[in-house]
């Protein structure tokens, strides 16, 4: 990968230009697809601005569904006509006793991460308020489906699932436009959320802010294009645009927000 591509990335997204690199000479070298992991949508985005700028590669992105946040891409070569079953993606439904216990998406990745198995090889959990559902990657669904038999105290069964019989998740972003001094991650929060820098800074500060779904703790931490934060307790935002900035240099963003 050429050196000079990392100066358009952060620096802690060196590792992953790297994977890409090599995931983009293994696809040249032996002329067949490559399969990534589930990808976050600032990867994806780093995985296709790669991808189309070093290469006449091909790449498609899947997640089981058409809104999926979470994502694999099939990289290859122009010759290959790529099918959903290529991205060996599954869908499980949990089974719980939903009149007695709520489960919640934090519980449920804890569980599966719990397994042992990387945060990579799943997909989005979606919820339409009661059923819960999951994508799992093919390559580890039974070991999870073995392991997986309770979350928390509440004994629970992973069954699998037609994509015919996806739920409707409950949550979707709305589109927001917002204009902000800078694109710093407190500055961002306060914004959206409509509280003081002050306490945004103290919920970044206590661990209660995740970026792409890491713990980040610096208030002035620069989001780029599709980074998506989690804030506990008041839900999530992606940075979808940056439309230019205003006369008085403040930058105009498009916002995807969940609110809780």
């Not at 999926?68 to 010759?79: Q, V």
């Not at 959990?125 to 999870?144: N, T």
Request: glycine fraction near 6%; proline fraction near 3%.
């Amino acid at each position: 990968m050429d050196a000079n591509v990392y100066q358009h990335f952060r620096a802690d997204e060196r590792s992953f230009i790297d994977s890409v690199g090599d995931w983009i000479e293994q696809v040249q070298g032996q002329y067949a697809p490559y399969l990534t992991d589930f990808l976050d949508p600032r990867q994806s985005y780093i995985l296709e601005t790669l991808v189309r700028q070093e290469t006449e590669l091909r790449y498609s992105f899947y997640g089981g569904y058409e809104q999926a946040e979470r994502k694999r891409c099939l990289i290859f070569p122009e010759y290959y006509q790529p099918e959903d079953e290529d991205f060996e993606v599954s869908l499980y439904e949990i089974h719980y006793p939903s009149k007695f216990v709520s489960l919640s998406h934090g519980k449920i990745l804890g569980t599966l991460v719990g397994t042992g198995i990387k945060r990579s090889y799943f997909g989005d959990i979606i919820s339409d308020g009661e059923r819960w559902q999951v994508f799992i990657a093919q390559e580890v669904e039974q070991f999870v489906v073995t392991q997986v038999t309770k979350i928390g105290k509440v004994a629970v069964r992973l069954e699998p699932k037609k994509y015919t019989e996806l739920i409707l998740p409950k949550d979707s972003w709305t589109e927001e436009r917002g204009t902000v001094a800078s694109l710093r991650l407190d500055s961002v929060i306060s914004e959206i959320y409509n509280i003081s820098r002050q306490r945004s800074k103290q919920l970044i500060e206590s661990g209660k802010v995740k970026v792409n779904w890491t713990e980040n703790t610096r208030p002035d931490f620069l989001l780029e294009l599709l980074d998506i934060v989690s804030i506990r307790g008041f839900g999530r935002i992606q940075i979808q645009g940056l439309e230019g900035k205003t006369k008085k240099e403040k930058y105009r963003v498009l916002f995807g927000v969940l609110r809780k």
